[in-house]
Protein backbone atom coordinates (compact mmCIF):
# COMPACT_ATOMS: atom_id res chain seq x y z
CA UNK A 1 0.00 0.00 0.00
CA UNK A 2 1.65 2.98 -0.75
CA UNK A 3 1.34 6.60 0.91
CA UNK A 4 -1.57 8.43 -1.14
CA UNK A 5 -3.94 4.89 -0.25
CA UNK A 6 -3.05 5.14 3.48
CA UNK A 7 -3.88 8.89 3.87
CA UNK A 8 -6.87 8.25 2.11
CA UNK A 9 -8.09 5.53 4.40
CA UNK A 10 -7.72 7.40 7.16
CA UNK A 11 -9.19 10.79 6.29
CA UNK A 12 -11.05 11.78 9.06
CA UNK A 13 -14.60 13.01 8.75
CA UNK A 14 -16.24 15.43 10.45
CA UNK A 15 -20.12 15.22 10.91
CA UNK A 16 -21.71 19.33 11.36
CA UNK A 17 -24.28 18.66 14.42
CA UNK A 18 -25.95 21.75 15.06
CA UNK A 19 -26.61 23.16 19.06
CA UNK A 20 -28.60 25.87 20.11
CA UNK A 21 -27.63 27.52 24.00
CA UNK A 22 -29.18 24.97 25.84
CA UNK A 23 -27.41 21.66 23.71
CA UNK A 24 -24.18 23.95 24.84
CA UNK A 25 -25.23 24.40 28.54
CA UNK A 26 -26.69 20.73 29.19
CA UNK A 27 -24.37 18.93 27.45
CA UNK A 28 -21.25 20.68 28.26
CA UNK A 29 -19.93 21.73 24.71
CA UNK A 30 -16.97 24.31 25.44
CA UNK A 31 -17.95 27.50 23.26
CA UNK A 32 -14.36 27.12 21.49
CA UNK A 33 -15.77 23.74 19.84
CA UNK A 34 -18.19 25.61 18.87
CA UNK A 35 -18.34 27.28 14.97
CA UNK A 36 -20.89 28.27 12.26
CA UNK A 37 -21.06 25.80 9.09
CA UNK A 38 -23.94 25.83 6.61
CA UNK A 39 -25.93 23.06 6.97
CA UNK A 40 -27.53 22.48 3.96
CA UNK A 41 -28.68 26.74 3.04
CA UNK A 42 -28.93 27.40 6.31
CA UNK A 43 -26.45 28.81 8.41
CA UNK A 44 -26.08 27.10 11.65
CA UNK A 45 -23.72 26.87 15.14
CA UNK A 46 -22.61 23.43 15.38
CA UNK A 47 -20.00 20.77 16.87
CA UNK A 48 -18.28 18.61 14.06
CA UNK A 49 -18.70 14.77 15.18
CA UNK A 50 -15.82 12.50 14.02
CA UNK A 51 -17.39 10.06 12.02
CA UNK A 52 -16.39 7.07 9.87
CA UNK A 53 -16.81 7.71 5.90
CA UNK A 54 -19.88 5.68 5.76
CA UNK A 55 -21.45 6.97 8.38
CA UNK A 56 -20.78 10.73 7.00
CA UNK A 57 -22.12 10.21 3.80
CA UNK A 58 -25.26 8.27 4.91
CA UNK A 59 -25.74 12.00 7.20
CA UNK A 60 -25.04 14.58 4.64
CA UNK A 61 -27.35 12.59 1.31
CA UNK A 62 -30.44 14.18 2.79
CA UNK A 63 -27.94 17.81 3.64
CA UNK A 64 -26.93 17.54 -0.35
CA UNK A 65 -30.14 16.19 -1.12
CA UNK A 66 -31.81 19.09 0.11
CA UNK A 67 -29.33 21.68 -1.23
CA UNK A 68 -29.96 20.17 -4.48
CA UNK A 69 -33.89 20.91 -4.39
CA UNK A 70 -33.15 24.71 -3.25
CA UNK A 71 -30.83 25.27 -5.58
CA UNK A 72 -33.47 24.23 -8.38
CA UNK A 73 -36.30 26.00 -6.86
CA UNK A 74 -34.78 29.20 -6.38
CA UNK A 75 -33.73 29.48 -10.24
CA UNK A 76 -35.67 31.34 -12.58
CA UNK A 77 -38.72 30.25 -14.64
CA UNK A 78 -37.63 30.97 -18.08
CA UNK A 79 -39.33 30.27 -21.70
CA UNK A 80 -38.04 27.05 -23.00
CA UNK A 81 -37.51 26.28 -26.42
CA UNK A 82 -41.51 25.09 -26.94
CA UNK A 83 -42.66 28.10 -25.09
CA UNK A 84 -43.51 26.68 -22.12
CA UNK A 85 -41.42 27.66 -19.15
CA UNK A 86 -38.49 25.61 -17.70
CA UNK A 87 -36.48 26.12 -14.77
CA UNK A 88 -32.98 28.16 -16.12
CA UNK A 89 -30.55 25.67 -17.12
CA UNK A 90 -27.95 28.38 -16.23
CA UNK A 91 -27.28 27.64 -12.44
CA UNK A 92 -26.20 30.36 -10.14
CA UNK A 93 -25.14 32.61 -13.15
CA UNK A 94 -27.92 35.04 -12.71
CA UNK A 95 -25.83 38.44 -12.51
CA UNK A 96 -25.37 37.83 -16.55
CA UNK A 97 -28.69 36.67 -17.07
CA UNK A 98 -31.24 38.50 -19.10
CA UNK A 99 -33.99 37.53 -16.76
CA UNK A 100 -32.46 38.05 -13.31
CA UNK A 101 -33.70 41.50 -12.60
CA UNK A 102 -37.37 40.07 -13.64
CA UNK A 103 -37.93 37.87 -10.50
CA UNK A 104 -36.56 37.08 -6.98
CA UNK A 105 -34.53 34.16 -6.83
CA UNK A 106 -36.81 33.58 -3.85
CA UNK A 107 -39.67 31.40 -4.92
CA UNK A 108 -39.40 33.07 -8.64
CA UNK A 109 -41.61 36.24 -6.87
CA UNK A 110 -41.25 39.78 -9.06
CA UNK A 111 -38.43 41.49 -7.35
CA UNK A 112 -40.39 44.46 -6.29
CA UNK A 113 -43.18 46.81 -6.78
CA UNK A 114 -40.80 49.34 -8.29
CA UNK A 115 -39.57 46.58 -10.57
CA UNK A 116 -43.24 46.29 -11.94
CA UNK A 117 -44.05 50.15 -11.81
CA UNK A 118 -40.75 50.44 -14.13
CA UNK A 119 -42.41 47.91 -16.51
CA UNK A 120 -45.76 49.68 -16.53
CA UNK A 121 -47.91 47.97 -13.88
CA UNK A 122 -50.46 50.63 -11.59
CA UNK A 123 -51.91 49.37 -8.29
CA UNK A 124 -55.66 48.86 -8.80
CA UNK A 125 -57.74 51.28 -7.77
CA UNK A 126 -60.05 50.31 -5.06
CA UNK A 127 -63.14 48.97 -6.07
CA UNK A 128 -66.10 49.74 -4.77
CA UNK A 129 -67.90 47.54 -2.20
CA UNK A 130 -70.46 46.15 -4.85
CA UNK A 131 -67.53 45.23 -7.55
CA UNK A 132 -65.65 43.31 -4.17
CA UNK A 133 -68.81 41.09 -3.55
CA UNK A 134 -69.31 40.67 -7.20
CA UNK A 135 -65.58 39.37 -7.94
CA UNK A 136 -66.08 37.39 -4.65
CA UNK A 137 -69.43 35.73 -5.47
CA UNK A 138 -67.76 35.19 -8.98
CA UNK A 139 -64.34 33.35 -7.57
CA UNK A 140 -66.38 30.68 -5.03
CA UNK A 141 -68.53 29.92 -8.17
CA UNK A 142 -65.33 29.45 -10.00
CA UNK A 143 -64.07 27.42 -6.85
CA UNK A 144 -66.82 25.07 -6.34
CA UNK A 145 -66.97 24.38 -10.28
CA UNK A 146 -63.35 23.39 -9.96
CA UNK A 147 -63.77 21.78 -6.69
CA UNK A 148 -66.85 19.45 -8.73
CA UNK A 149 -64.30 18.07 -11.59
CA UNK A 150 -61.44 17.26 -8.80
CA UNK A 151 -62.10 18.16 -5.29
CA UNK A 152 -58.17 18.99 -4.73
CA UNK A 153 -58.54 21.63 -7.62
CA UNK A 154 -60.63 23.86 -5.79
CA UNK A 155 -57.97 23.83 -3.06
CA UNK A 156 -55.14 24.35 -4.74
CA UNK A 157 -57.09 27.06 -6.59
CA UNK A 158 -58.18 28.92 -3.37
CA UNK A 159 -54.31 28.51 -2.08
CA UNK A 160 -53.16 30.13 -5.78
CA UNK A 161 -55.16 32.86 -4.88
CA UNK A 162 -54.06 32.95 -1.27
CA UNK A 163 -50.65 33.52 -2.55
CA UNK A 164 -48.95 30.22 -1.35
CA UNK A 165 -46.38 28.82 -3.14
CA UNK A 166 -46.08 25.41 -4.83
CA UNK A 167 -44.16 23.84 -1.69
CA UNK A 168 -46.78 25.17 0.79
CA UNK A 169 -49.28 23.65 -0.91
CA UNK A 170 -47.69 20.48 -1.19
CA UNK A 171 -46.89 20.68 2.33
CA UNK A 172 -50.62 21.69 3.45
CA UNK A 173 -52.08 18.91 0.91
CA UNK A 174 -49.36 16.57 1.80
CA UNK A 175 -48.89 15.56 -1.85
CA UNK A 176 -45.11 16.17 -3.70
CA UNK A 177 -44.63 19.63 -5.18
CA UNK A 178 -44.35 18.20 -8.68
CA UNK A 179 -48.41 16.80 -8.85
CA UNK A 180 -48.81 20.02 -7.39
CA UNK A 181 -47.54 21.84 -10.37
CA UNK A 182 -49.42 19.36 -12.86
CA UNK A 183 -52.35 20.24 -11.31
CA UNK A 184 -51.56 23.85 -11.48
CA UNK A 185 -51.49 23.15 -15.39
CA UNK A 186 -54.57 21.33 -15.10
CA UNK A 187 -56.58 23.67 -13.85
CA UNK A 188 -54.83 26.69 -15.75
CA UNK A 189 -56.59 25.13 -18.90
CA UNK A 190 -59.68 24.49 -17.03
CA UNK A 191 -60.15 28.23 -16.54
CA UNK A 192 -59.00 29.10 -20.07
CA UNK A 193 -61.62 27.13 -21.49
CA UNK A 194 -64.57 28.61 -18.96
CA UNK A 195 -63.07 31.73 -20.18
CA UNK A 196 -63.66 31.44 -23.37
CA UNK A 197 -67.01 29.38 -23.38
CA UNK A 198 -68.59 32.94 -21.44
Known sequence: MNANQSQKNHK?????????????RDFGIKPEDVTWRLIGNRKCRVVLVDATKEVYDEYMLTIWAEQKREDRESRC???GKNGKLIRCPESNKCANCSHASKVCRERNRPAS????????????????VENTVIYEAL????????????PKYGEIFRLLYDGATQQ????????KQRTVSDYIKKIRAIVQSLVKDT
Open 168 to 175: EMADRLGM
Open 77 to 79: LVP
Open 12 to 24: QFQIPMAVTDEVI
Open 113 to 128: LSFLIDEGAEPASPDS
Open 139 to 150: LEDLIARLSEIE
